[in-house]
């Protein structure tokens, strides 16, 4: 365990936002929003030193910090931890970058909202590097849920349109509940144990069958963090959050909020009941739900118009493959998902803010009233394809390099045909981003009828998110793009990132090393890491095939309408329609999504283990 100094950064990176947006407040009011934009971004790059500070104290070991100096005696403490490893603090960097490419893109942004704008990001922020950082199930709780309050009401920050409200509304009450299911999960944990802690946790839990009271607490945990994920049937609330919510709240939602879903729930099984509950039966559990949340989210991505809720499937399509890569339990398929979340979190970012950018200039996000009115001259036109290309998979971006070892994970776990899931998915949700890019900025193929208005749910407004018109894209939108997709592209071409990503995996699903550096102070000895591959022949190979595919999905859905035989697109619509109506916007129909998702996911969990 990585002693000195680097004990302080954590707690800094935690409480260094939260203490800056109370001053931000204060700026605004007595100076002026240049200045308040300025602390804003400034404290950003700050948290983005201190967490990559993090990641090279944590490159030989965990960083573990006990607040108040409440350090274990015996295995036994009541104080609360920070213990952070390599991926934990790339995941806070992750979020602290995104955070300051958001601001700076929205510098001098949302006049009427005053600075409440950018104290609520640092708060997000704040909640999302403690989350990711600390070693305690309430403290993650907590962090949940100071996430959770900021996003909703960034997301229903223009309150005076109907539609933002329902959006939020929905969002906020799904994850409540999806919290409050947490929590009590946590108080059969802690009734059984009498413990809070990761380490102690799973200190306590080792060796024990898991009987109805542990598989009932894991399943009640989780589900929180799976609706904060995006896992289908629990991903109701993300399109209508994002239709609404301005497009650099949009960023931090798809870039990181969503994959911290997928991050708790491997943080709390690889470190508290992974020695209770068989590895297959979470392998099969997660495999199932990844597959049906990549086919729901690929095929409602493809079907939509509204260009915000199309990268909102997107995302959810993606958040499938990551749980597949999670099903893996193997330091391979945690690396190739970290890899994957990064370079995905810069594409997924810079496409949101290019949308926000063709919004606030052409009041519309509808692909049939933009068709070919940005033009190709506007230098958004080629970011949002370059940006397509890279989301379907094309070397060398970071999401090509993350599904590559994603693939080679799974053929080496015994599951060759995941890869054709993989390329499929990619083509699909990279194919309908490209299709609306081709549409929007150059006037390609035939133009679509608009959005019904019964078909628009909420996000359907058409003022721009900015308090005028723009002219003219400002500089600051356009750097802040071009910072995150040079950041995905960096994920993808730095030889040594895969290498690293690695070794922080495998320390990551090391449990007896997380103990004994948590309760013990333990010199924990290396862990034992097979090198992942960087750009295999197969991963160049599968990545051109995807986009390749992609493109072919573009060219057939601008192209091929026409050739379609009329009953064919008639029974294509009647399924397409089906599938919409289930997402009808209605939030009582979401809330029994919610329980019934939570009851099959206790049934895939439990029902192997009964004797």
Known sequence: MYQGPATALAPLAVALPVVLACVVLIVERWASRRLADLLAVGTTVLVFGLTAALVAATRDGRVVTWSGGWVPRGGLSVGIALVVDQLAAGIACLAAGLTCCALLYSWRYLKTARAHYQALMLLFLAGMVGFSLTGDLFNMFVFFELMGVTAFALTGLHIEEPDSVQGSLNFAVINSLGAYLSLMGIGLLYARTGQLGLAQLGARLAGRHADGLIVAAFVLVTIGFLVKAAMVPLHFWLADAHAVAPAPVCVLMSGVMVELGVYALARVYLTVFSASIPAPVVQRTFLVTGLLTAA???VMCFAQRHLKRLLAYSTIAHTGLFLIGFALLSPDGLAGVALYVAGHAGVKGAL???????LDRYQSVDEGELFG??????????????????????????????????????ATAGHPWLVAVFVLVSAVTGGAVLRAGLRVFLGRGHRPEPIEPVEQMSGGRKEPETENTLRRTPLTMLVAIGMLLIGSTAVGVLPGLAAAVGRAAAVFGDQAGYLDQALFAASAPPVAAAPVAWWSSSGVLLGVASTVLAAVVAGLSLYAHPLVPHRLRSHLAAGFEVVRGLHSGHLGDYVAWLIFGAAGLAALIGLPLLP
């Open 296 to 298: 729901l989210g690929s």
């Open 352 to 358: 949101f803010l290019l949308v926000g950018v063709v």
């Open 373 to 410: 009115r940005v033009g190709g001259r506007h230098p958004a036109c080629w970011m949002f394809l370059l940006a397509a290309l890279a989301l379907a998979g094309l070397p060398p971006f970071g999401p090509g390099l993350g599904k590559a070892v994603t693939e080679e994970a799974a």
